[in-house]
């Protein structure tokens, strides 16, 4: 099985698990405010063509580009923003092993 086939459920999955173990006393919550960080992905609107399998997203898309990826990880800081931080991250290192398997 490739990453690819498994690509999308993890988006889901992973941060199901994160949540669990990083926020379990409001792990619902922090699940659904990371799943809603994959909004992150409208910026693949912008692209033409919209998808394309053999693209990298890091370092194409606006919203994935390393300036963005460093915003992220700043999130991780307030206590405020830190789901939101995760969620991007995680996103972020999902898209980003597209880059290096099959």
């Known amino acids: ?4 086939l498994l690509h999308i459920p993890l988006h889901v999955l992973l941060p199901g698990a994160l949540a669990r173990w990083l926020f379990p006393n409001r792990w619902k919550q922090a699940w659904l405010i990371m799943v809603l960080t994959m909004l992150v992905d409208l910026d693949h609107l912008l692209a033409d ?12 898309h606006p919203l994935h580009r390393w300036p963005a990826i460093i915003g992220y990880g ?3 800081v307030v206590p ?3 789901i939101v931080g995760v969620g991007l991250l995680v996103h972020m290192g999902l898209d980003g092993m597209d880059c290096v398997l099959p």
């Open 1 to 4: 099985m490739t990453f690819a």
């Open 74 to 76: 700043v999130l991780l």
């Open 49 to 60: 063509p919209i998808f394309d399998p053999n693209r990298c997203s890091i370092g194409f």
């Open 80 to 82: 405020m923003t830190r």
